[in-house]
C-alpha cells in the first residue's frame, strides 16, 4: 500500500475542497493517507513515505501564500529521491499570473530529488462537480504511479 502525505493550504476553502477530492482519490486507490494543512505539518513529514501531494492557493501576483513560505524553506533541507509527488491548487484569473504556486512547489519538488508524474492541477477558485472528479483522479493517479513504480520492482 502506497504511504502518501498531502501537506496544503487553504484561505478561502477553495483549495481545501481540492484537498478533499484528492484524497477520495487517493483513498479509493488504496493508498495510506496523512493529510495536514501546513501550519501543523514539518518538513520531517515528507520523509519515510511513497508519494507527496501539495497543495496551495496563489497569492496575488504569482507568490505562495504566506503560511508556506517556512515549509517551503525548511524544504531545502530534505533529500526526497525516491519520492512521487505532484501538486495542485485553486488559481484565480483575475491575476497576471495564473496558478504560479503550483508551479513554485512543482519546481521545489524537483529539485528535492522527487519525481513529479502528474502535471500541476489548477481550478479556477473553488471546484465545481466536474472539477472534482478531476481531483479524484488526481488522486488515484498518484497511487497508480506509485503502484507501478513498486510492481516493477524498484524501490519506493
Known sequence: MAKIVMIYASM?????EMAEAVAQGIRSAGGELDVKMVMDAQVSDLLGCDGIVLGAYTWGDGELPDEFLDFY????GVDLSGTKSAVFGSCDSNYLEYGVAVDILIRKLSE???DVVLEGLKVELSPNAE????????GEQLVQAIAKESSNGTAV
Open 12 to 16: 478561502t476553502g477553495n483549495t481545501e
Open 131 to 138: 472539477e472534482k472528479t478531476v481531483c479524484r483522479s488526481f
Open 112 to 114: 528535492r530529488g522527487s
Open 73 to 76: 524553506a525548511d524544504m531545502n
